[in-house]
C-alpha cells in the first residue's frame, strides 16, 4: 500500500517542524515537483478508469496538521459528504480517531483518511498525546515493513483557508505550496494535479504486478448471484457514555482502532470500520455516547448526536452496550444487547451482584423494550476480550433472520394450527385468513389475505406476530403484517387477476406501531 501524505496549516500557526524532522529521518522524501516531473515522461498516455479499481487495491492519502487547520473539511470536500464533525475549537480538537473514505477528486478515486491535529506541545498521558501516537502508529504500520518495495512517502504541501504565506511554506523542502479552501472548494483543480501522476504512478505499479493480474481475473470470473443473507452487514455499536463501546470494537478488530480511555464522551465521531469473520465482510461503527439531546447543547456534543442517529438510521443490526453496574440504564435496540464490564463483577464480595445481573438483566430489558420480544443478551467484557466470538455469532444469527424467506405452504399449514389454539370471543364472526404468505424481507413482511368483511383486530395481529417469532425462532427482530381483503370473486377463482385486492383500508403492524394506509 502506498501512502501520499496532505500536509495542512494555516497562517496564523507555525508548523510542527519538530514532527517533519522526525519523519525525515525515519522516510525517504520524495519532491513533489521532481517526482512529477520523471512520472510524466513514461505515465502521458496512460488513462486509468479508478471507478473500475476496487476500493482495497487503491492509494491511500493521508491527512495531516495540527489542530483546527481544516483537515476534516478539507476529507468531507474530498468525499463530497459530510461525514467528519467539523466545529471551530481554538483551543481544542473535534477529531479524534482515524476516518477512512473514499475521494472523488476530478477522475480520481483514493482512499483518504482524516487524522486527529497533530500538537508537539501536548502532555504525555493527553487525548491531544494519545491521538498523536494513534497518527504515528498508522504511518508506522504502513511504511516500517522493510520486505515493502514501496517505502517512499510523497508530501503536498497545503496552505489552508488561501492565505497569503506561501514564502514561509517554501522553507519546509516539500517544493511550492498548494493553496485551498475546503469550504469554497477552490484549489482543488492545483491539487488534482499534483495529484495525478503520483497516483497514476501508484498504479501503474499495481497492474503490472502479477499477483494483482490473477486476483483480477478470479474475481471477474465470479458468481453474479449473491445470496443476501451473505451481503455485508452494517453493525452500529450504541450505548451510554463510558460503557465500553469503543474498547468492544478494539476487542473485535482485535487491534487499537479507536482512542479509548475512562473520560466519558471521549468518542465524538461514528468511525465506520470494515473486517472479515468467517468470510462474511462487516462494517463496524463505532458511535458516540447516547444522550438526550437538549436545548443547551451546542458545539461537537450536539453534532455527535446527531451522527449517532443517523449512524443507526443506516445500520442493519443494532448492538446496544450496557454497564454491568448500571443494569437498569437501558434503551430500546432491535437486534441485541451487550452486556459489558461483567469482569467487574467477579470476586468472592461480589458474586451475588454477578448472578443477579444474569437473572435479572434478560427480564429487565423485555421489560423495558416490550416492542421486541425475544432480544438476545450477551454478557461479555470487552476489556479482557471475552465474549468476542459469540458476540460475532449472535449478531450473524440476527442478520440471518432478519433476511430469512418462509415459504407459502409452511406458513399456510402453521397457520391452520395456530388458528386453531387462537381463542375467539365469538365464533361468528372470526375472521377467515383465506392463505397467509411472506412477501418481503428485510425486514420479513407477511400479507394475509382476509375473506369477508371482518378484519383482524389489532389484538389479532399481535398473536400472529407473537406466534411466528415462537414457532419460527425469529425473536429480536421486527416482524410486519399486513392484511388484504378478497372478494367472493377471488376466492371462486372467477376474476381475471386471479388474487386481486379490493380497495379497502390496509392495515400495517409492526413491532413499534400500526399504520393504516389507504390503497
Not at 522524501?29 to 473500475?52: E, G, I, M, P, Y
Not at 462474511?280 to 449517532?308: C, F, H, N, P
Not at 433476511?403 to 361468528?428: E, F, G, I, Y
Not at 398473536?463 to 367472493?488: A, N
Amino acid at each position: 500500500m502506498s501512502h501520499f501524505l496532505l500536509f495542512c496549516r494555516t497562517r496564523t500557526r507555525r508548523f510542527t517542524c519538530n514532527f517533519i524532522s522526525n519523519i525525515n529521518s525515519s522516510f525517504a522524501v520524495a519532491d513533489v515537483r521532481d517526482f512529477c516531473t520523471n512520472s510524466n515522461k513514461h505515465l502521458h498516455n496512460v488513462n486509468f478508469d479508478f471507478t473500475q479499481i476496487q476500493i482495497s487495491r487503491l492509494p491511500t492519502v493521508i491527512i495531516l496538521g495540527r489542530p483546527n487547520v481544516g483537515k476534516s473539511a478539507l476529507f468531507n470536500r474530498l468525499i463530497r459528504r459530510r461525514e467528519a464533525l467539523v466545529y471551530n475549537t481554538p483551543h481544542d480538537h473535534v477529531t479524534r480517531d482515524i476516518r477512512e473514505g473514499v475521494a472523488k477528486l476530478g477522475h480520481l478515486r483514493f482512499r483518504v483518511l482524516d487524522s486527529a491535529g497533530l500538537e508537539a506541545e501536548a502532555t504525555s498521558g493527553s487525548i491531544l498525546h494519545r491521538t498523536a501516537s494513534m497518527t504515528a502508529n498508522v504511518l508506522a504500520n504502513s511504511h516500517f515493513a522493510p520486505s515493502s518495495p514501496m517505502l517512499e512517502l510523497d508530501f503536498i504541501l497545503l496552505i489552508s483557508r488561501l492565505e497569503n504565506a506561501a514564502n514561509e511554506m517554501c522553507r519546509l523542502g516539500f517544493g511550492d505550496p498548494i493553496a485551498i479552501s475546503a469550504e469554497t472548494g477552490l484549489g482543488m483543480h492545483d491539487l488534482y494535479l499534483s495529484l495525478k501522476p503520483l497516483l497514476e504512478d501508484y498504479m501503474l505499479r499495481v497492474f503490472n504486478d502479477e499477483d494483482a493480474q490473477e486476483n483480477s481475473c478470479s474475481e471477474e470470473d465470479g458468481s453474479p448471484e449473491v445470496d443476501k443473507s451473505k451481503l455485508p452487514l452494517q453493525l452500529a455499536i450504541v450505548g451510554r457514555p463510558n460503557v465500553g463501546k469503543s474498547t468492544l470494537l478494539n476487542a473485535l478488530l482485535q487491534e487499537e482502532r479507536v482512542l479509548v480511555g475512562p473520560e466519558a464522551g471521549l468518542t465524538r465521531d461514528s468511525i465506520r470500520t470494515q473486517f472479515e469473520f468467517q468470510g462474511r465482510t462487516i462494517y463496524l461503527v463505532d458511535t458516540a455516547g447516547w444522550l438526550q439531546r437538549t436545548k443547551q447543547e451546542k458545539g461537537a456534543a450536539s453534532l455527535s448526536i446527531m451522527q449517532s442517529r443517523k449512524s443507526l438510521l443506516r445500520a442493519h443490526i443494532i448492538a446496544l452496550v450496557l454497564d454491568a453496574e448500571e443494569t437498569g440504564s437501558g434503551r430500546g435496540t432491535r437486534s441485541g444487547c451487550y452486556l459489558n464490564k461483567m469482569d467487574l463483577l467477579r470476586g468472592k464480595h461480589k458474586s451475588l451482584s454477578y448472578e443477579k445481573v444474569l437473572e435479572v438483566v434478560p427480564q429487565e430489558i423485555q421489560t423495558v423494550i416490550p416492542q421486541v420480544t425475544g432480544i438476545p443478551v450477551v454478557f461479555i467484557s470487552a476489556l479482557e476480550g471475552r465474549g468476542r466470538t459469540a458476540v460475532l455469532h449472535q449478531v450473524i444469527d440476527t442478520y440471518e433472520k432478519w433476511c430469512s424467506r418462509l415459504p407459502t405452504a409452511r406458513l399456510n399449514r402453521w397457520l391452520q394450527k395456530v388458528m386453531s389454539r387462537h381463542s375467539w370471543k365469538d365464533q361468528a364472526a372470526q375472521p377467515k385468513i383465506k392463505y397467509f404468505t411472506q412477501v418481503k424481507a428485510r425486514p420479513p413482511t407477511f400479507v394475509a389475505f382476509v375473506r369477508g368483511k371482518t378484519q383482524l383486530s389489532d389484538t389479532d395481529i399481535r398473536f400472529l406476530t407473537k406466534s411466528l417469532k415462537e414457532d419460527f425462532d425469529l425473536g429480536g427482530i421486527p416482524i410486519r403484517i399486513m392484511q388484504r381483503s378478497v372478494t367472493k370473486k377471488d376466492a371462486s377463482g372467477s376474476s381475471k387477476s386471479g388474487h386481486s385486492v379490493s380497495r379497502v383500508a390496509e392495515r400495517t403492524m409492526s413491532d413499534k406501531r400500526s399504520v393504516v394506509v389507504e390503497e
